[in-house]
């Protein structure tokens, strides 16, 4: 059973940055990409961000790139999001999702409980 804990949200300021948290249980973290999807209030679940299983290759999508960096240390069953100059659009909950598919940026089958990012102007 993979199960994911997100942590590292919180309210901040336009302009701010937070870092998110997912920690994985299970020894085989190496083996799935990970990914970062949102869910704002009143729209659908998107995707924000994929890592392959080494690391050496991400994605974002296109209204984060430049803002938002995904890392992961395998060693410590972790991945991240660095979220920097964050925008009151970027207030959602985030979600960790293991085992995406890294070229079709298709959702994983393991999903943590989300953390909440609340972002003021």
């Known amino acids: 059973q993979v199960q994911l804990v997100e942590s590292g949200g919180g309210l901040v300021q336009a302009g701010g940055s937070l870092r998110l948290s997912c920690a994985v249980s299970?020894?085989?973290?190496?083996?799935?990409?990970m990914g970062w999807f949102r869910q704002a209030p009143g729209k659908e679940r998107e995707f924000v961000a994929v890592i392959n299983r080494n690391g050496d290759g991400t994605y974002y999508t296109d209204s984060v790139k430049g803002r938002f960096t995904i890392s992961r240390d395998n060693a410590k069953n972790t991945v991240y999001l660095q979220i920097n100059n964050l925008k009151p659009e970027d207030t959602a909950v985030y979600y960790c999702?293991?085992?995406?598919?890294?070229?079709?940026?298709?959702?994983?089958?393991?999903w943590g409980q989300g953390t909440q990012v609340t972002v003021s102007s």
């Open positions: 299970g020894r085989t973290f190496s083996r799935y990409a």
């Open positions: 999702n293991a085992d995406i598919d890294y070229e079709l940026g298709v959702e994983g089958d393991y």
